[in-house]
């Protein structure tokens, strides 16, 4: 008879909650307690953002760092699945050592991605050292996590290969050599500038009036007002108000969880969203643009050899790009077959193995992040006291004091001023909705 474990899950965006919460039951796939943690701060999620992920926990909770670290301080959690920017994931692992300094029996700590790593490869790693499972969404991203660990003397045993845990749904099956259903997934912050992101609606635009027969899909991440994991000056919902005679009729703006909208998609286009890896997962024909150019601050560079870039014009003249079968399979997307057994690999057995390995052991070491007062005497303690944390990782003093009623208090305060900023973004008030929101972090 299994033991039920008892899992938490700290996130602190939309995204990453999906991510967190997946991984966990990727994990541990039986009998478990998924409790989950909301870190409060610009990107915490709204309850319809939550709910249009789909995920759900037993129970849920708004916390600060030093909170979730008097949390796991007091319950016995068996995982700890840390969904969180590398600067946070680094905080809760000191705030984790403080607690724990010598062998104990204490929590198997996991993080890794949301999806691609295109920028700050060894900034992002060297924050997320310590934790005891570090994990790669594919054997390209693995090779290049310890490559990075090894580079700096660090331990890079923590690292192991999955997928995103997100891949999945039906196969796609082609109706005809037309695509009917096209989606343009958009991003929050790339690009950025408003030039870019009004061209990009525009040709969306210009392909359904191209194509009448075609319905096309401008799939948004959130409503104005509410936060993702980047930040979203130029939402697509104001540029798309500015187009002359709106929208044709054949094209509409679309909200939704991406599996259930990608089970009606016949084209997936996108700069470079996660979404692109879902897509080309279930064999949907997937264009990566390259109508801004293909450069790292796009991220579309991470497509280089897939098979998949294009350009809005190639689209207009009927191109449905088909990805490269290596490239999916070193990228973690379409998994290789066991050919001995011909059954699927299953992408998540190596982390289960070295979790069940964990978990037997009587008391794991105190977590050993590679950043320490030693080694980053002028860059940690700014981390840490990001989330409230002196640099010996125990909170600042006030930190976990809260009472009920404060917290109360700030949850209807932060709520208004998600409003407030709702309603400067729909009168134009673009200069006033960032500094209302950035009140909603206080």
């Not at 099956?173 to 009004?198: C, L, M, Y």
């Not at 044709?248 to 998609?265: H, K």
Request: include cysteine; proline fraction near 7%; hydrophobic fraction near 40%.
């Amino acid at each position: 008879m299994s033991i039920r474990k008892r899992v938490a899950v700290l996130a602190d965006s939309d995204t990453r909650w999906k991510w967190g919460a997946l991984t966990a039951r990727r994990l541990v796939p039986d009998d478990h307690d998924l409790t989950g943690y909301l870190l409060r701060g610009r990107a915490t999620p709204t309850a319809r953002q939550l709910g249009e992920v789909g995920v759900r926990a037993d129970r849920l909770s708004e916390v600060t760092c030093a909170e979730f670290l008097a949390e796991i301080g007091r319950e016995r959690y068996d995982v700890v699945v840390l969904a969180l920017v590398g600067g946070a994931v680094q905080a809760v692992l000191h705030g984790a050592r403080a607690l724990w300094p010598d062998p104990a029996r204490r929590p198997v700590f996991v993080t890794g991605y949301v999806g691609v790593v295109y920028e700050k490869l060894a900034d992002g790693l060297l924050l997320r050292h310590g934790a005891d499972l570090v994990l790669a969404n594919s054997h390209h991203d693995a090779e290049r996590f310890r490559a990075v660990y090894e580079g700096v003397g660090a331990d890079a045993a923590a690292v192991t290969e999955t997928v995103l845990p997100f891949l999945g749904g039906a196969p796609y099956e082609r109706a005809g050599s037309r695509a009917h259903t096209v989606v343009f997934a958009v991003q929050p912050s790339v690009p950025d500038s408003r030039a870019d992101r009004a061209y990009l609606l525009e040709r969306a635009a210009g392909h359904a009036r191209l194509h009448p027969e075609r319905e096309v899909l401008i799939k948004l991440r959130s409503k104005p007002g509410e936060h993702t994991t980047h930040l979203e000056e130029q939402p697509y919902q104001r540029l798309a108000e500015k187009i002359p005679g709106g929208l044709p009729a054949n094209c509409r703006l679309v909200y939704g969880n991406m599996g259930e909208v990608l089970d009606g998609t016949d084209l997936l286009v996108t700069v470079s969203s996660t979404a692109a890896l879902e897509s080309l997962h279930r064999g949907v024909p997937t264009a990566v643009l390259t109508d801004l150019g293909i450069r790292e601050a796009l991220g579309n560079h991470h497509f280089l050899g897939s098979g998949c870039l294009a350009s809005w014009d190639q689209l207009d003249a009927g191109l449905l790009p088909q990805g490269d079968p290596d490239w999916l399979s070193a990228q973690g997307v379409r998994p290789p077959v066991d050919h001995a057994g011909g059954a699927p690999y299953d992408a998540y057995a190596a982390a289960r193995d070295r979790l069940a390995a964990l978990l037997a052991e009587p008391v794991l070491p105190a977590p050993a992040p590679y950043y320490t007062l030693e080694t980053a005497p002028g860059y940690l303690p700014g981390i840490l006291a990001r989330q409230h944390l002196r640099p010996d990782g125990t909170p600042l003093p006030g930190a976990v004091r809260e009472t009920a009623g404060e917290s109360r208090l700030r949850r209807r305060l932060r709520s208004y001023l998600r409003e407030a900023a709702r309603g400067a973004y729909r009168h134009g008030v673009q200069r006033v909705a960032p500094v209302i929101r950035r009140l909603g972090e206080l």
